[in-house]
């Protein structure tokens, strides 16, 4: 018997949710619950990308987080809930491909790094073609995406979510309970702190650790003689989890080379590289895995 189809059961945790039917919970919703358990149980670690504004480059950095680990040795998928405005999968140079189904299972689409990547985009007829969606069509989705999927054994699950706390955060965190945490993306920005900041409530109301803050497009550093400019201000983001009392993951600057790379889908060839952006990352995510394997 497969992984997959273990039987909740069976399951040796005694402290797992999906084990025992509540008393309001119907048939199918209680299958259900079980089948997104047995799916998630085999990944270690998932960790939301969050921010409460647009703009920052929050889908960016959980691009290049994910790639990061990937290069690090570790196996990752990605999930994109940006059900409006998914931007993975031409981040991971992957647009215009579509998904295939097996039985009742999804397969993700598998990048040459093998990152297994989901997102709406890849289900759209053109990439012009609108989600005109309420809130309970959005939590439906997010839900099949995550146990309908086939996900495999993760180390680490990555959801990219979209701008602010409406439904499609909320849902992935009454649907995903034992999340490692989040990473908050801002810029240093007033107008983006003051949103931002919403998003770190936003996180510990639905009990979700908050793993740290990212400053992203930090500064531009001019390819050609050095010099830095603070184009959107310096040290928003580091003065917010101050006062917020949560971890600061680090700076990123702003880099025409990440933004190129982004565009058509290189963002592994730019990470590998020695610019000063491509350092910064490696930083941060050296941050990051500390803040959840402890190392």
């Known amino acids: 018997m497969s992984d997959d ?10 402290t797992c949710s999906a084990k025992a039917k509540t008393q309001s919970e119907t048939d199918k919703d209680f299958q259900e619950r079980q089948e997104l358990a047995r799916r998630m149980c085999r990944i270690k670690h998932k960790l ?8 920052v480059g929050k889908s960016s950095v959980a691009a290049a987080l994910a790639i990061s680990l990937a ?33 009742d299972s999804i397969r993700p689409v598998m990048t040459d790094q093998g990152v297994s990547v989901m997102s709406v985009g890849f289900m759209l007829r053109t990439q012009d ?9 959005k939590h ?20 990219d979510s979209p701008p602010g706390t409406g439904d499609e955060p909320l849902s992935v965190a009454q649907l995903i309970d034992d999340a490692d945490g989040a990473v908050i993306v801002t810029t ?12 770190i409530s936003f996180v510990r109301q639905v009990n979700v650790p908050v793993l740290g803050v990212i400053e992203n497009m930090s500064g531009f550093i001019c390819p050609e003689c050095g010099t830095r400019t603070d184009l959107f201000g ?34 592994r060839a730019y990470l590998s590289g020695s610019s000063p952006g491509a350092a910064a990352f490696a930083d941060v995510v050296k941050e990051v895995i500390r803040a959840v394997e402890g190392e």
Request: with cysteine; proline share 5%.
């Open 234 to 267: 310096r040290g928003g983001g580091k003065d917010m989890a101050t006062d917020m009392g949560v971890p600061f993951l680090g700076n990123i600057p702003i880099d025409p080379g990440m933004v190129s790379a982004g565009d058509s889908g290189e963002l």
């Open 48 to 55: 939301f990308v969050l921010s409460g504004k647009g703009g």
């Open 129 to 137: 073609d609108a989600i005109i969606w309420r809130g309970p069509l």
């Open 71 to 103: 290069e690090l040795g570790r196996k990752v998928g990605v999930l994109d809930i940006d059900l409006h405005g998914p931007s993975i999968p031409r981040l991971f140079g992957l647009e215009g491909t579509n998904v295939t189904g097996v039985g």
């Open 188 to 199: 240093s920005q007033a107008v983006a702190i003051s949103d931002v900041r919403k998003s």
């Open 5 to 14: 189809k273990l039987s909740c059961e069976s399951c040796s945790s005694e």
């Open 140 to 159: 439906g989705v997010i839900k099949q995406f995550l146990k309908d999927v086939e996900w495999g054994e993760l180390d680490y699950l990555i959801v």
